[in-house]
């Protein structure tokens, strides 16, 4: 499902697993990595110093490993009750972000020298405000990715395909796209610059679009589409 890059290698979690394969991004040739998981499903994936950070989907849990060996790490329950989909991870230099499709909740682990995972103490639950709407029953908060600063976090929501950016405290502001455009089935998300990619899973489209400086508005520019895409993430 999730895929994370790191240096000329590629990581991907399985759904029904938790196995992590890893890969060169030239040949395609790897192994499994993770093959004992601690958890039964690997949805989003980011490899940050050494580590690589996973998202555990219907678990409501969250793992990190070491991302040469494959040994694990840490462990962690996220939301303390009710329905959740651990959906993906973004790794900035202070924390590990995670989304949970059913919540309409961020959840925040704090990372402490080289980039170190902290205990499961220290994870906070940090819930939306502002524009973002959660449609109970949906699926909700997916893919998300972060300024290179790490202070401004960006969020699509399959349902509707609503863009939003985050601040650390939860105050989310909607990304109006010109044209009355919009992301429906928005999964995985890429920002690069002023640009962002936002995979369209089930219409087997990748959206391509441009931001304004503000991160307050965009543009769709294109979108990208190939005979091999088969519900893409």
Excluded: C
Excluded at 109 to 122: E, F, T
Aim: proline share 7%.
């Amino acid at each position: 499902e999730g895929i994370a890059i790191a240096g000329g290698q590629f990581y991907v979690g399985s759904i029904p697993t938790g196995k992590v394969y890893r890969g060169s991004l030239r040949t395609g040739q790897g192994a499994e990595l993770v093959t004992a998981p601690a958890g039964p499903a690997a949805i989003g994936t980011k490899v940050d110093r050494g580590r690589l950070f996973v998202a555990g989907g219907p678990t409501g849990e969250a793992f990190v490993y070491n991302a040469r060996t494959g040994a694990p790490i840490a462990s962690y329950d996220l939301p303390t009750s009710g329905p959740t989909f651990v959906n993906d991870v973004v790794v900035t230099k202070r924390a590990a972000w995670f989304t949970d499709s059913q919540r309409a909740a961020l959840y925040r682990l704090p990372l402490g020298p080289g980039g170190r995972p902290g205990p499961a103490s220290s994870i906070t639950t940090v819930m939306l405000t502002g524009d973002y709407d959660h449609v109970d029953g949906s699926f909700n908060v997916n893919g998300i990715d972060a300024t290179p600063n790490g202070k401004t976090l960006v969020i699509v929501q399959s349902t509707g395909g609503n863009l939003f950016t985050v601040t650390a405290m939860g105050t989310t502001r909607s990304i109006a796209l010109a044209g009355n455009e919009s992301v429906p089935n928005g999964d995985g998300i890429l920002l690069d610059g002023k640009t962002l990619y936002v995979v369209q899973n089930r219409l087997n489209v990748i959206a391509k679009i441009a931001l304004s400086p503000n991160l307050r508005s965009g543009r769709v520019l294109r979108r990208i589409s190939s005979p091999d895409f088969d519900v893409p993430t």
